[in-house]
């Protein structure tokens, strides 16, 4: 069964300090993979997906992701956090059931210290 | 461009009494349509899915149901409200055929 796990719950950063923010998922074939970002009270931004080709992904706001077949990991990841990256991140998987669902990752928790 | 909207942004109803949120999604046609409930401290589970005018599929038995009246209208509704009903209420949309989702910025239920 397809399945997404983050296997941290939180996260606390120095600003300037750099990220990387852990995904592992179970899939059988080429998965399609999403990072998405939740700050307080408020819907999903799409940061970045990766479907096939270059495994390094660069999305909005500095982030990039990395896909490694070998590790079923799609990590994220920032050079230098910024105050405002303090939000929940999630990973996600599309399904291959033709419905194009996700299957989401539990989330991680990014506190980040002045 | 797209917008998502989805009202009210802020719910607090007594149990047992009956529930209505609304989505509405702005300049796309025929998209696929998501509801999504995030309890506190854990993460998104997908409750429906709609890929066109009537037809709801639902991923988990519960106290909700969905109803899409309109290609781009996307109810989610509930007779009694139970207290487990508390949560964040996301809605959500892709184009059809694809895979990003695009998400709204949720109602806050509280079920007291």
């Known amino acids: 069964a397809q399945s997404v796990t983050q296997p941290d719950i939180h996260i606390t950063v120095s600003e300037g300090a750099s990220l990387e923010l852990r995904c592992n998922y179970s899939?059988?074939?080429?998965?399609?993979l999403f990072w998405y970002v939740q700050s307080p009270g408020q819907g999903l931004q799409l940061l970045l997906k990766?479907?096939?080709?270059?495994?390094l992904v660069q999305g909005i706001k500095g982030f990039e992701a990395e896909f490694k077949r070998s590790q079923s990991s799609f990590n994220l990841r920032k050079p230098s956090v910024h105050w405002s990256d303090a939000a929940e991140y999630f990973c996600?998987?599309?399904?291959?059931?033709?419905?194009?669902?996700?299957?989401f990752g539990t989330g991680t928790r990014l506190k980040v210290l002045a | 461009s797209q917008t998502i909207h989805q009202w009210p942004a802020t719910l607090v109803q007594p149990v047992g009494s009956p529930l209505s949120l609304e989505c509405t999604v702005e300049?796309?046609?025929?998209?696929?349509l998501y509801w999504y409930r995030q309890a506190a401290g854990r993460g998104l589970q997908l409750l429906f899915y709609?890929?066109?005018?009537?037809?709801i599929s639902s991923e988990v038995p519960q106290n909700l149901s969905a109803s899409r009246p309109q290609d781009r209208q996307f109810i989610l509704s509930s007779k009694k409200l139970l207290l487990s009903d508390s949560g964040f209420y996301l809605c959500?949309?892709?184009?059809?055929?694809?895979?990003?989702?695009?998400f709204g910025p949720g109602t806050r239920l509280t079920v007291t």
């Open positions: 959500a949309w892709s184009t059809r055929g694809a895979y990003e989702q695009y």
């Open positions: 996600a998987v599309g399904t291959t059931s033709g419905t194009y669902k996700y299957i």
């Open positions: 709609s890929v066109g005018i009537g037809q």
């Open positions: 899939y059988g074939a080429t998965p399609y």
């Open positions: 990766y479907f096939s080709g270059d495994t």
């Open positions: 300049g796309t046609s025929n998209p696929n």
